[in-house]
């Protein structure tokens, strides 16, 4: 299982200064959600924070998109290695007879005391569109803080400040951001879509 969670060097230095100062300058943040809940409260015990959502022709989302492009290749050439049994038969990002999409970048801040509880990302929901994702991709984009790692059940991953965790989004992978107990954790994530066009 660990194998599929992998730990990729995703942001240059350049790139983490020129989106972290946008950040500490310029972003906005609102209330998160949990997805099918959009207009509904969250209960507190569920999550805790706020977010920034990201236009797509925005200077900071190209940037962040291009890195998560870099991050998947390198990531599905890890995956390979885990197994030949992904090599040209899981789709993933940039494979051979794929097509992907994202959903929408969004920011993630953390301060002390917030939190994300045990979920997954794949909706159970056959018709929702979040049913369907296939990659999920967490990139921090700073190391000022305590607690706050991406926790799975069998470990917990806090990368440096430019690294992305990506893993699977499926049921077999639920994971938390435990709580910030001190400092404020900042991140973006997206979810990648990928379906195979020869079958």
């Not at 049994?85 to 801040?109: C, D, H, M, V």
């Amino acid at each position: 299982m660990n194998d599929l969670v992998q730990t990729i060097d995703c942001l240059t230095a350049d790139e983490l200064d020129f989106v972290m100062n946008w950040i500490n300058t310029e972003a906005v943040w609102g209330e998160t959600t949990v997805f099918g809940s959009e207009g509904v409260p969250i209960p507190s015990d569920v999550r805790t924070g706020t977010r920034c959502c990201m236009d797509d022709a925005h200077p900071v989302t190209e940037t962040i998109h291009t890195a998560f492009n870099r991050a998947l290749l390198t990531y599905a050439a890890e995956v390979n290695n885990v197994s030949d049994a992904f090599i040209n038969q899981w789709p993933q990002p940039g494979s051979w007879g794929t097509s992907s999409w994202r959903e929408g970048i969004q920011l993630l801040k953390y301060e002390e005391g917030q939190f994300y509880n045990n979920h997954y990302d794949m909706s159970p929901i056959k018709d929702a569109p979040e049913h369907h994702r296939t990659h999920s991709i967490v990139l921090y984009l700073n190391e000022e803080f305590t607690g706050g790692r991406t926790v799975f059940p069998h470990r917990a991953f806090k990368p440096k400040a430019g690294q992305a965790l990506i893993f699977p989004s499926n049921w077999c992978y639920p994971h938390r951001c435990e709580t910030v107990s001190s400092g404020t954790k900042l991140a973006a994530v997206t979810w990648y879509y990928s379906l195979y066009n020869n079958g």
